[in-house]
Each structure stands twice: as C-alpha cells, then as structure tokens.
C-alpha cells in the first residue's frame, strides 16, 4: 500500500473522521524564501492510495458534511521549514493550533462557528530548477503529516497549497493523492507562481487557464465523490484578474467548497479596491488575506466582517 498509505491508516486510527506592483514585489521575497530553503529529496506523497470507496459518511472536523455557509474557515498561512513563507514556519504544528484558534475567536458569529486551519504549501517554487527542471520542489510526506495530526487534535482542516512553477497543476497536486483523499485535507491552487515554459518564478506574476482549473477540479471532485468524503476546500489564489484570465469559465463542482481567494497586500483603500474588484458571486464563496508584516493598517476581525460581500475564508500569512 505504501508508505505514506499506511501512515495515513494510522494517523486516521489515532485521530478523528468525524497595488498589482505589490504583487511582484511578494513574488520576490516569497521566492527567495523558498530558494533558500533545503530542497526535499526523500520520498513525496505520491503514493496511490486503495482504490476502496468508503460506502459510510464521512464527517468534517467538529461534525457535519458542509462548510459554508454553515461555518466560516481561519487559517494561518505558510511552509512547514521556512518562516520566511509564512507564519506556519514560525513554530511548530501545536504552537501554530493555538495561534489559528486564537486568532479565530473574534470571527465566530450567531449560527455560524468558525472552522480553523493550516494552509500548508507543500509545493514551493524556487528560481532555480532543480532536478527535475520544474522550478518547484515538494514537500516530504514525513513533514506534513504532524501538521494533520495536529489539525486533526485541534478539530481543524489541513489545506495543501501548491505552487508549481513549470510544471502544470494537474500534474502536481496528484502527488498528494493520499493526503486528499482525507475528509479533512483540502486544496489550494496558487497561480502566482504557475509558470509558462520559459519563465522563473519570483520574476513573474503567473497565470493558470480556467481549463486547468477544472480540470483538477473534476479529479478533486471524484476523489470526493468516491470517498463519500464531506466537502472539501477548493482554494484559488488571485490579486490580479491576469492571474485567472478566463476566470467566469471556472466550474463549480460539487463536493468543493471553491473559495475565490483575494490575497493582494497593502493598504486598506488598495485591499478594498481590490476586493471590489474580485470577489465573487455565488455559487463560489469568498477569502481574503492578511499580511502581519506587509500590510499597512491591517484590517481588524469587525472590518473584515463588515466587508460586503464578507469573506468566508480569512488567511493570516
């Protein structure tokens, strides 16, 4: 069955089942980050998992099949090794649990619990190539599962957050099979850096094509479909419109919560231009980011929940 299959039966045993200038000038600090990082070279999650569907149904973290509109996510944003990416890579998965709960308290409301969760990028984009010459490297198996370990004993979700660089989506996220075919595990596309043949990350905004979009989501889809899994987060990160430029052929799919994802930095009238000039409308929910360190005035939980349409996803990076 595999390595990461059988740390995956184990862990579930243990756990439960129930300005557009900005946005280049993060490209470079975010890839330097990742270029400094070690690159992994033990064995990813890419193992294919059994091809048994679960006939029971099963259940989100804290109970129930359904993410919104009964409940509004909080995440913290980052890479397991590198606090350079984020605020995950600040401190371990149990400090980062009580940091994400914390941070969530001021979003709860009257019939609506806030729900928490890591956002892990668990495939990072570097300038150089690497091995493989796709300018991304993946993350070890053995690194992420103490993230949903720990998701998991702080009833919250794990979201793997991908940037490819060459290589297409597609072709990426399937690596982490496995782990996606966890009712608690979802995902995020980050098309900052999906690259085009001949581009480097960090020197680049990237883009990603409604077609590719749907087409890891129709395989999400299944996964979820085969799994009787509840809904699962489906993330797509955007500052500016090039980012998805055929953005309203994006399908809504179901079993996927599909959150369009404003994540530019700056002030607030440049966040609330850009939020005007993004969000969504149904059937796809809303996210919004915060920087601690780049914004300027960051918003406040009350100015967040005032924004119209309000967010259901807010990431802290």
Request: some cysteine; charged content about 20%.
């Given at each position: 069955?595999g390595?990461?299959?059988?740390?995956?039966?184990?862990?579930?045993?243990?756990?439960?089942?129930?300005?557009?200038?900005?946005g280049?000038?993060?490209?470079?600090?975010r890839?330097?980050?990742?270029?400094?990082?070690?690159?992994?070279?033990?064995t990813?999650?890419?193992?294919?998992?059994?091809?048994?569907?679960?006939?029971?149904?099963?259940?989100?973290?804290?109970?129930g099949r359904?993410?919104?509109?009964a409940?509004?996510v909080?995440a913290?944003?980052?890479?397991a090794?590198s606090?350079?990416?984020?605020?995950?890579?600040?401190?371990?998965?149990e400090?980062?649990?009580?940091?994400?709960?914390?941070?969530?308290?001021?979003?709860?409301?009257?019939?609506?619990?806030?729900?928490?969760?890591?956002?892990?990028?668990?495939?990072?984009?570097?300038?150089?190539?690497?091995?493989?010459?796709?300018?991304?490297?993946?993350?070890?198996?053995?690194?992420?599962?103490?993230?949903?370990?720990?998701?998991?004993?702080h009833?919250?979700?794990?979201?793997?957050?991908?940037?490819?660089g060459?290589?297409s989506?597609?072709?990426?996220?399937?690596?982490?099979?496995?782990?996606?075919?966890?009712?608690?595990?979802?995902?995020?596309?980050?098309?900052e850096?999906?690259?085009?043949?001949?581009?480097?990350?960090?020197?680049?905004?990237?883009?990603?094509?409604?077609?590719e979009?749907n087409?890891?989501?129709?395989?999400?889809?299944?996964?979820?479909?085969?799994?009787?899994?509840?809904?699962?987060?489906?993330?797509?990160?955007q500052?500016?419109?090039?980012?998805?430029?055929?953005?309203?052929?994006?399908?809504?799919?179901p079993?996927?919560a599909?959150?369009?994802?404003?994540?530019?930095?700056g002030?607030?009238?440049q966040?609330?231009?850009k939020?005007?000039?993004?969000?969504?409308?149904?059937?796809?929910?809303?996210?919004?980011?915060?920087?601690?360190?780049?914004?300027?005035?960051?918003?406040?939980?009350?100015?967040?929940?005032?924004?119209?349409?309000?967010?259901?996803?807010?990431?802290?990076?």
């Open positions: 069955m390595v990461l299959v059988v740390a995956l039966t184990l862990l579930a045993a243990c756990g439960t089942d129930d300005d557009d200038g900005s280049a000038e993060r490209a470079g600090r890839s330097d980050g990742a270029a400094d990082r070690s690159r992994t070279t033990a990813t999650a890419t193992t294919r998992p059994s091809t048994t569907t679960t006939t029971a149904p099963r259940e989100l973290p804290g109970g359904e993410i919104f509109p409940r509004r909080v913290y944003y980052g890479n090794t606090p350079a990416l984020g605020v995950l890579g600040e401190t371990g998965p400090e980062a649990a009580a940091r994400v709960a914390l941070a969530a308290q001021p979003f709860a409301q009257p019939g609506r619990p806030v729900l928490g969760a890591f956002e892990l990028i668990v495939s990072v984009a570097h300038r150089s190539p690497g091995a493989d010459g796709d300018y991304s490297s993946p993350t070890d198996a053995s690194v992420i599962l103490p993230w949903l370990q720990a998701a998991r004993a009833d919250m979700l794990l979201l793997l957050d991908v940037q490819p060459r290589a989506f597609v072709d990426e996220v399937k690596r982490y099979e496995a782990l996606l075919r966890e009712p608690d595990v979802g995902l995020a596309l980050d098309a850096w999906r690259m085009a043949p001949g581009e480097v990350p960090g020197t680049v905004i990237g883009q990603v094509s409604a077609a979009v087409e890891v989501s129709a395989w999400l889809s299944l996964i979820v479909a085969e799994g009787n899994l509840p809904e699962k987060l489906f993330v797509l990160h500052f500016t419109a090039d980012m998805l430029p055929d953005r309203p052929a994006v399908v809504d799919r079993g996927l599909t959150v369009l994802h404003i994540d530019g930095f002030s607030q009238a966040k609330l231009e939020y005007a000039q993004l969000h969504a409308k149904p059937p796809f929910a809303n996210g919004l980011k915060l920087f601690y360190d780049e914004d300027i005035d960051m918003f406040t939980p009350p100015e967040v929940l005032g924004l119209v349409p309000a967010p259901d996803l807010i990431t802290y990076q």
